[in-house]
């Protein structure tokens, strides 16, 4: 069974900074594309950021271009995003979701192709 458990969410001022952690556990996270999703409040599930099996692809949601970065180490089988000058907007739970791979390029922008989940930490920023 592959479990995803994600950590770092909290209270943040905006133009604030933190750094999720999202683990994966079950099998090498190496052999896993990965993706940040976010939900707020009265809102559907929406894409934050995918990178590839082996990290040298990355792709944004225009809304945190510039602003968060994806990265994993698959040594560790963490997946990270580090989100810096945090909006009020950003405020959601935040999950990590994983789905096995066999090309080392490719990343998936739809919460629908993704076959793990964890389950969720909050973020919220103040204004």
């Known amino acids: 069974q592959v479990n995803l458990v994600e950590s770092g969410g909290g209270l943040v001022q905006a133009g604030g900074s933190l750094r999720l952690s999202c683990v994966v556990s079950g099998r090498s996270s190496s052999t896993y594309a990965a993706g940040w999703f976010r939900q707020a409040p009265g809102k559907e599930r929406e894409f934050v950021t995918a990178?590839?099996?082996?990290?040298?692809?990355?792709n944004y949601a225009d809304s945190v271009k510039g602003r968060f970065t994806i990265a994993r180490d698959n040594a560790k089988n963490t997946v990270y995003l580090q989100m810096s000058s945090l909006k009020p907007e950003d405020t959601a739970v935040y999950y990590c979701?994983?789905?096995?791979?066999?090309?080392?390029?490719?990343?998936?922008?739809?919460?629908?192709?993704?076959?793990?989940w964890g389950q969720g930490t909050q973020v919220t920023v103040s204004s």
């Open positions: 979701a994983a789905r096995e791979v066999y090309s080392s390029g490719t990343y998936y922008l739809r919460a629908a192709e993704y076959a793990y």
């Open positions: 990178i590839s099996r082996n990290g040298a692809w990355t």
